[in-house]
């Protein structure tokens, strides 16, 4: 089994910075790509950025060049650095990673429990 904590969500005031991680531990023989997504109150959920395990990254519009997603992979840990927060940043944000959990298992996504973030004046 797998599991991914996610930590570092908290009261931010616009303009300012968080820091999130996503921790993957248990049963892990191959850690591919991780992303995060964002659900905010009343909305689906909806994708953030993605770090392959080769480190190629993306992100969506709505956060290009205020967020930075990277992993240490000796952690198995993904980061999402947000500057320049803004109200409609305030969301419940979860991590997912894409693991083989043994050489003969197929890779499976897996989720976190999610952290909150809120962005307020």
């Known amino acids: 089994q797998v599991q991914l904590v996610e930590s570092g969500g908290g009261l931010v005031q616009i303009g300012g910075s968080l820091t999130l991680s996503c921790a993957a531990s248990?049963?892990?023989?191959?850690?591919?790509?991780m992303d995060w997504y964002r659900q905010a109150p009343g909305k689906g959920r909806e994708w953030v950025a993605t770090?392959?395990?080769?480190?190629?990254?993306n992100y969506a519009d709505s956060v290009k060049g205020r967020f930075t997603i990277s992993r240490d992979n000796a952690k198995n840990t993904a980061y999402l650095r947000m500057n320049s927060l803004k109200p409609e940043d305030t969301a419940v944000y979860y991590c997912?990673?894409?693991?083989?959990?043994?050489?003969?298992?197929?890779?499976?996504?897996?989720w976190g429990q999610g952290t909150q973030v809120t962005v307020s004046s």
């Open positions: 997912d990673a894409w693991v083989r959990a043994s050489s003969r298992q197929p890779t499976q996504q897996y």
């Open positions: 248990g049963s892990i023989f191959d850690l591919n790509a």
């Open positions: 770090i392959t395990s080769g480190g190629t990254t």
